[in-house]
């Protein structure tokens, strides 16, 4: 059984920082890509972040040069670094991977106040 079990997330003032992490079990964790999306209210779910095996990565245009993703292959664990914070960046946080993306984390609020 494939489980994402998400930490972090929380409120923020505009300018700050939060990281969020992502446990993973079931899988072979080092050969899958994962990846970070957020569903802002009332918006479909974007793909923020991914990392492949191999450690490439891929950004939104929305969150490249602010937000960083890694991966911690011993913990089977990614990461999502998420500085210079704004109020567009509010929204629930998922991690996701396996075949055509079919598992997702439980989401994670992340508020940032102006």
């Known amino acids: 059984q494939v489980q994402l079990v998400q930490s972090g997330g929380g409120l923020v003032q505009a300018g700050g920082s939060l990281r969020l992490s992502c446990a993973a079990s079931g899988i072979i964790f080092s050969i899958n890509t994962m990846g970070w999306y957020r569903q802002a209210p009332g918006k479909q779910r974007d793909m923020l972040a991914t990392i492949t095996s191999g450690g490439r990565t891929n950004y939104a245009d929305s969150v490249k040069g602010r937000f960083t993703i890694s991966r911690d292959n011993a913990k089977n664990s990614v990461y999502l670094q998420m500085n210079s914070l704004k109020p567009e960046d509010t929204g629930v946080y998922y991690c996701?991977?396996?075949?055509?993306?079919?598992?997702w984390g439980q989401g994670t609020q992340v508020t940032v106040s102006s």
């Open positions: 996701n991977t396996g075949i055509n993306g079919r598992y």
